[in-house]
């Protein structure tokens, strides 16, 4: 079946591939998870670390029958140093693991579950019976194995159970409920004929710029697939919007206002909308958004809600329990605390001083590392610290918020992100959600008005376990945040301001407790 090639000081053939050690440089690596490749696939000659692998590896190749099989790269999984491959259901012939050893992974993957019979997390993409065609989109989008959070959030999602998601900026958790509202829609497709084609998933997010990203990467995920969306944000023609939807499509993607005047002005069919999402609950659920959010859940009958963020409180957790039956809580990571990979540097500035401050940083080829996103508290203060900087350094600078056209916004978001230019200053549209995968620095020019928004716009300096830097500028002003920023601070083990930790505002508070936002229990399956 398989040969073994260096086996002195353990014959046992490895079952699972966790139970493989990782490669040594210069050592085979196996060609689906990359730890050491001990054995050779009789069928492919391919360097394999365990029976499970090498199943996946011939069920991939008998999938891929019209697509050449390459050998994937080392999978890079970015939070804890390991990745495990759980229950297949494509792969019978693999003995299944005891609750007891699915609760370890879970522990060593950082992946918390509260709620009753919780599926097992998954191996990969080609599990859950996902159409393969979406599978291949995955691997060409370089997906080439689930990050923990998708791991564990894909097949809960599959099983119809509401969720409500915990994890880390920048870890993935988009694909995770993009991934089956795809699957879930091309199942319909095959079974209802052309004319019936109300929409059947929602996702909802607070920012056009993120509404746009998400519908961009549900395309990409998508093609292929009967499947079509519908992008339902302000500023662009309303007239359009609904065009799209009568003439068939199976994922709206919107923000709360538009959706709701979109759903008031026209008669939409939402009966079989099954698969309600909320990216960025926590502030699709606060004041401001939490009527219209709540409108459109109470237009839909019974949906599957699942919910997202990197912050998450337990107010949101009540809210949720009290809405939806047989939930599941799922935390990967370190969520409600900023993302490690990200260096926090705060510095003590005066207000008259920033200015002065953020040229001489811009300008110093040892610390500004572009492209660069500057955060700023309001839309006047954008526009006149973007014209400010280009003056003073000589960059072309620009700025986003809200007061923007849609096809402003649209056009500066693409200039900044193809590179053309390098500095963007914004308000908090671009500070939760945002992929800006180029983009290794923040500087927070303001403070934002809550450690939750601080921990997203610090989130933006890093994706997928990537390092990067967050500057920030504080001063007296932002006192009210000087308890929670410097115990923040103190866990990540970064440099606390000597003006901070001395001030009265920030002695109130106990900096020996660490901020508990995981969930309470781990793995109770
Ligand atoms: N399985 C995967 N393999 C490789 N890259 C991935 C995978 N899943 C997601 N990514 C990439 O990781 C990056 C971060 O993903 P995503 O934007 O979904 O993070 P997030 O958890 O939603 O973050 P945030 O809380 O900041 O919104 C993206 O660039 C995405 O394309």
Known sequence: ????????????????????????????????????????????????????????????????????????????????????????????????????????????????????????????????????????????????????????????????????????????????????????????????SESKRGPLAIVLAPTRELCLQVEDQAKVLGKGLPFKTALVVGGDPLAQQIYRIENGVELIVGTPGRLIDLLMKHNVDLTDVSVFVLDEVDCLLERGFRDQAMQIFRALSCPQVMMFSATIHPEIEKLSNSLLNNMIHISCGNPGKPNKSVRQVVIWVESKQKKQ?????????????????????????????????????????????????????????RRFLTGEVSVVVCTGVLGRGMDLVKVHQVILFDMPNSIDEYIHQVGRASRMGKEGVAIVFVNEEDRKLFGELAQVLKTAGAPIPRELSNSKFTSSVSLGTDRKRKLSSRAHS
């Not at 060609?31 to 000659?45: A, L």
């Not at 390459?70 to 759980?86: I, L, N, Q, T, Y």
């Not at 870890?171 to 089956?180: D, E, M, N, R």
Request: hydrophobic share 35%; glycine share 4%.
């Open 1 to 192: 079946m398989y040969s073994v090639k260096e086996s002195k000081h353990d014959l046992r053939v490895k079952e699972r591939c966790f139970e493989q050690r990782e490669a040594l440089p210069g050592e085979p690596r196996c060609v689906i998870c990359g730890r050491y490749g001990e054995y050779i696939c009789d069928q492919t000659d391919d360097d394999i670390c365990s029976v499970e692998c090498k199943t996946a590896l011939l069920a991939r190749i008998a999938a891929e029958t019209k697509i050449p099989v390459k050998a994937p790269a080392r999978v890079k999984v970015p939070f804890g140093d390991e990745s495990f491959c759980v229950r297949d259901n494509n792969f019978p012939d693999i003995p299944s693991l005891h609750a007891s050893q699915i609760a370890s992974l879970r522990n060593k993957l950082d992946i918390c579950v509260k709620g009753e019979a919780i599926p097992d997390p998954i191996m990969c993409f080609s599990s859950c019976g996902l159409p393969e065609k979406l599978v291949h989109n995955l691997d060409a989008a370089g997906y080439t194995m689930p990050t923990p959070v998708q791991m564990q959030v894909i097949p809960a999602s599959i099983s119809n159970r509401s969720l409500l998601v915990s994890a880390d900026t920048g870890s993935g958790k988009t694909a995770s409920f993009l991934v089956p509202i795809i699957a879930h829609c091309s199942r319909r497709e095959l079974q209802q």
């Open 357 to 413: 401050k953020i040229f001489e940083i811009i300008k110093s080829k040892q610390h500004f590392k572009p492209p660069a996103v500057v955060f700023v508290s309001s839309r006047v203060g954008a526009d006149l610290l973007s014209e400010a900087i280009t003056a003073a350094t000589g960059l072309e600078v620009i700025s986003i918020h809200g007061e923007k056209t849609m096809k402003e916004r649209r056009e500066r978001l």
